[in-house]
C-alpha cells in the first residue's frame, strides 16, 4: 500500500493553541518520514524529519512516531497565525523520493 | 540562490492546444519530478527522472510527456490539454535518497 492517511482538515484553532497533526501509515518498515509545511500558492518546504525510533524537537515544532499504532504526529505549541498552511506527512518510497499525504489545512485565528 | 524556477506560473489556454511548463534547477540535483495538486486529492506524481536521459511514470502520467536532456531541465508537455487536466502543477528536484524535495512556486493551470 502505498498511500499514508491524512485527515484533511480544514482545521480551526485559536492563536496560542496547542495543535495535533496526524497520519497513519501502513508499513512497519519504514524507517523515518517527514512533514511538509505549504502556505498559500506555494511550493511544500521540508519542515521536519522523523526517525521511527521516537520524537524529535525543534522548536516549538514535535514529530512523533509511534510504531505501534502506526501513527505520525506533528504537533505545535503556542500556534501562531503565521503558522496557517497546509501539512502533508510524507515516506520514502523507493526510486521515486517520498509518498505524500493529501495533507491538513491548519488555520490559526489571532 | 538555490531555487527551482517554473514557467509560466499562470496559464489559461484552450482544449488541444500544446503547451510546456518548464522547469529548471541550480542545486545540481540527479532527481526532478513532476507532481499535480487537487483539492481532496492531494499531491500526486505524474513523472520523475532519477537523472539525465532517465524518466519514469508516476501515479497520473496519462496526457503527459516529459523530457531530460539537461540536468538542470524538466519540462513538462501537454500536448492536447483536455479540461481535466487543470490543476496546480509542481515541479520538484533533490539528490537521491535524501527525503528532501525542493518544490517549485507552482504553476497554476486552467485548459477551457
Known amino acids: 500500500q502505498k498511500e499514508v492517511e491524512q485527515d484533511p482538515g480544514p482545521l480551526s484553532v485559536p492563536e496560542g493553541a496547542i495543535v495535533s497533526l496526524n497520519c497513519t501509515y501502513s508499513n512497519s518498515a519504514f524507517q523515518y518520514f517527514m512533514w511538509y509545511r505549504q502556505y498559500s500558492r506555494k511550493g511544500p518546504e521540508l519542515l521536519m524529519y522523523?526517525?521511527?525510533?521516537g520524537n524529535k524537537e525543534d522548536g516549538r515544532f514535535t514529530a512523533q512516531v509511534d510504531k505501534s499504532s502506526k501513527y505520525i504526529s506533528l504537533f505545535i505549541r503556542d500556534s501562531q497565525p503565521s503558522d496557517s498552511a497546509t501539512y502533508l506527512c510524507?515516506?520514502?518510497?523507493?526510486?521515486?523520493?517520498?509518498?505524500f499525504g493529501k495533507g491538513t489545512r491548519l488555520s490559526v485565528i489571532a | 540562490e538555490a531555487q527551482v524556477t517554473q514557467n509560466p506560473r499562470y496559464l489559461i489556454t484552450v482544449t488541444g492546444k500544446k503547451l510546456t511548463v518548464t522547469c529548471s534547477q541550480n542545486m545540481n540535483h540527479e532527481y526532478m519530478s513532476w507532481y499535480r495538486q487537487d483539492p481532496g486529492l492531494g499531491l500526486r506524481q505524474i513523472y520523475y527522472?532519477?537523472?539525465?536521459?532517465?524518466?519514469d511514470k508516476g501515479d497520473v502520467p496519462e496526457g503527459y510527456k516529459v523530457s531530460r536532456k539537461e540536468k538542470r531541465n524538466f519540462p513538462l508537455i501537454l500536448e492536447s490539454p483536455s479540461p481535466n487536466q487543470t490543476s496546480l502543477y509542481f515541479c520538484a528536484s533533490s539528490f537521491p535518497r535524501t527525503g528532501e524535495l525542493f518544490f517549485g512556486e507552482g504553476s497554476r493551470l486552467t485548459v477551457l
Open positions: 522523523t526517525y521511527s525510533s
Open positions: 510524507a515516506r520514502p518510497s523507493g526510486n521515486t523520493p517520498l509518498v
Open positions: 527522472s532519477m537523472n539525465v536521459e532517465v524518466t
